[in-house]
């Protein structure tokens, strides 16, 4: 039994939003990701606002913007269910499971249906709504705005069969339930992002996040019997050290997985026999060596907020072996607070050894929200939902499947970037813009150029460097990411060369009438280009198309690219009247002199008295000068110059034309 889908409306920016999750298997581990402001902390509210309603209540600023105008304007005859705020629950059964607290949710007996649908509602009291706004003397929309919870009717839950049930005509074909019923099906259990940790020493006596974790693991386990609470009242009232040893038998499989993760060999709990009241502020957790304690507030956030974690799991475990539901959620909000990447990548590993411990006793589905690349790598790449903002709505992505489909006969492209992203560059996920180099000599020079374009920007909001913009080096393998980038709609620059060839018959290959193959050459003398990337996103036609012929000429002019679509390519372009075929070639034409006058200190050049300022063939220049394995070395001198403020280099008219490009 799990929960294979769940649909929400008209909840902030969730207005219409589906999250799929396996359908034939339970998913044990969903990771939701996104940018900022992407709903994924509205998606784990939604389900406290509803499962404990008596403690988190809807209000005005959880309807959807869309829908405030209506609010506003509600009479009569406005329909109220178009203005709900609603949460379906897909739950999928077999003959293996028990049925004896989702009974009361089955209303077809067809043995080949086997789906449970639970609507969770929240709707406006319109006739008491529109009875008060006809007495009060306060303007329609404060009083609305200020008032609106106190109209709510936000414990409606329902069981239906088919989605045409939800239409207003059909409703009288939903099953009202109780939230007891739920109850006993499901067990929801949440860590929220905003813990109480803090290592500041100015808090007060009060006692501290870990210690109070311990009183909660304690009231959970005995909450039946009180026989080891006055085993502990006795121990108190004799001497701390007999205090200490019931403790270090009682927590120590509680604080197991703590030790072991951050390898502390000495975590405990002992007595604290300051305070007035007896179990609940006479314990404290310390780290040390056993001879010289240290309070837990001493720790750094990173490890106290880990500690703090792990902690809440095993409460949570608890709550989930005691109750023993048939479906239980666990929701963990950015588990990275406070700690580096290290720890993210071990706390990423940890936490799924303990979901499939915990899985391995009870029904358990985990969902976790993070912005941490790091966390993303150690996962698999079928366990994550992307939550991404599109025209005032959310929708939620499912990469494994959706992309699997893009992918059809590329799959060893599908390989490479489900490869690529989880161990490399898993911050592609929240980039707001991504700027893909395909050179080595661009890696090293790019922050230098970007810092020359910024000094010219005034506005500080276009300035590149005050904007959240991921460089990843890829080499030749942006075509790769084409249809990713597509899927996540995320504005791309790619800086890459336009690679000129043309067609060389030689006497051997004529005779034998093989194929003849392209070379490398200037542009002025190009035929066709070498470039994948430019082939794969500028949709190159075939040679022998009459299309050809145009498409090359439009390359080279800079015109098959409309601005206005989310990825660019950036490639050589007509500067000074000369067309470069490389970074190298573009660079050189208009820096030669610069290059000239500081030859000596420039590394990857060879026959560098053919460095003569006036020369125009640029091309051939490059290829007389420049090592073949000398790139590197050149872009890391031309850098140092630069930063010693020897030589302000001028930066290639493409590159420039990308970057404005990329900044709007």
């Not at 099906?185 to 803090?198: E, T």
């Not at 790449?381 to 599109?390: E, M, V």
Request: one cysteine or more; glycine letters at 4%; charged letters at 30%.
């Amino acid at each position: 039994m799990y929960i294979s889908k769940i649909k929400i409306r008209n909840f902030r920016l969730l207005k219409e939003t589906t999250l799929l999750l396996n359908e034939d298997e339970k998913q044990q581990l969903s990771l939701l990701i996104g940018r900022n402001n992407s709903g994924k902390t509205s998606f784990i509210m939604l389900f406290d606002k509803f499962y404990r309603n008596e403690s988190f209540k809807f209000n005005f600023y959880d309807f959807s913007t869309s829908l405030r105008d209506r609010i506003f304007k509600i009479d009569d005859t406005t329909v109220i269910e178009d203005l709900s705020i609603q949460m379906i629950l897909e739950i999928k059964y077999d003959a293996k499971d028990s049925l004896e607290n989702i009974s009361d949710f089955i209303l077809d007996l067809d043995p080949d249906i086997n789906i449970v649908k639970i609507l969770f509602e929240c709707s406006i009291d319109k006739d008491k709504l529109l009875k008060d706004l006809s007495l009060s003397k306060t303007k329609r929309e404060k009083f609305i705005e200020k008032n609106l919870q106190d109209y709510l009717i936000n414990k409606d839950i329902y069981v239906f069969e088919n989605d045409s049930d939800l239409e207003l005509a059909n409703r009288g074909n939903l099953v009202k339930k109780d939230i007891s019923s739920i109850r006993k099906l499901i067990n929801f259990q949440v860590i929220h992002a905003k813990r109480n940790v803090s290592s500041s020493e100015t808090t007060g006596n009060g006692k501290k996040a870990l210690s109070e974790m311990t009183t909660q693991y304690f009231n959970k386990e005995h909450k039946e019997s009180s026989a080891d609470f006055f085993d502990i009242n006795d121990a108190i009232s004799n001497m701390d050290i007999t205090l200490d040893e019931k403790y270090k038998t009682h927590f120590e499989p509680f604080l197991e997985n703590a030790k072991k993760f951050l390898d502390i060999k000495d975590l405990r709990v002992v007595s604290d026999l300051e305070s007035k009241q007896l179990f609940t502020n006479h314990s404290k957790i310390v780290y040390g060596d056993g001879a010289n304690n240290l309070p837990e507030h001493l720790n750094g956030l990173g490890y106290l907020n880990i500690l703090y974690l792990l902690l809440q799991i095993e409460v949570k475990r608890k709550y989930f072996l005691d109750e023993k539901k048939d479906i239980n959620l666990l929701f963990i909000e950015e588990p990275e607070a406070h700690t580096h990447p290290q720890m993210q990548y071990v706390f990423s590993q940890k936490i799924q050894e303990i979901i499939k411990e915990i899985n391995g006793k009870v029904n358990l589905q985990t969902f976790i929200s993070t912005h941490s690349s790091h966390i993303v790598s150690q996962c698999n790449f079928s366990d994550l939902r992307y939550f991404k903002l599109k025209d005032g709505n959310i929708n939620i992505k499912n990469f494994y499947s959706d992309l699997e489909v893009k992918y059809k006969g590329k799959e060893e492209y599908f390989k490479f970037l489900k490869q690529y992203l989880t161990l490399y560059s898993s911050e592609l996920f929240f980039a707001e813009k991504i700027i893909f180099i395909e050179g080595t000599t661009e890696k090293l020079l790019l922050p230098y150029f970007i810092s020359e374009y910024d000094k010219l920007i005034t506005s500080p909001e276009n300035k590149i460097s005050s904007q959240n913009i991921s460089i990843i080096e890829v080499g030749a393998n942006s075509k790769v990411f084409k249809y990713f980038l597509e899927f996540l709609e995320i504005k791309t620059l790619i800086i890459t060369d336009i690679d000129t060839t043309k067609l060389v018959i030689t006497p051997e290959t004529a005779a034998e009438k093989e194929k003849s193959s392209f070379k490398a050459c200037a542009v002025s003398d190009g035929q066709n280009t070498s470039n994948h990337s430019i082939a794969d996103f500028l949709n190159k036609p075939g040679l022998t198309t009459p299309e050809f012929g145009k498409w090359f000429e439009a390359l080279k002019a800079n015109s098959l690219q409309d601005d206005n679509y989310f990825i660019k390519i950036a490639y050589q372009i007509e500067e000074e009247n000369y067309h470069g075929r490389s970074f190298e070639d573009a660079f050189l034409s208009i820096n030669l002199k610069k290059i000239v006058d500081s030859k000596d200190d420039i590394s990857g050049l060879k026959k560098k008295d053919k460095l003569i300022d006036g020369r125009t063939d640029f091309y051939e220049l490059n290829q007389e000068v420049l090592k073949d394995d000398g790139k590197s070395d050149f872009a890391s001198s031309i850098l140092y110059l630069a930063l010693t403020d020897k030589v302000e280099w001028k930066t290639p008219l493409y590159i420039v034309e990308g970057l404005k490009w990329i900044a709007k």
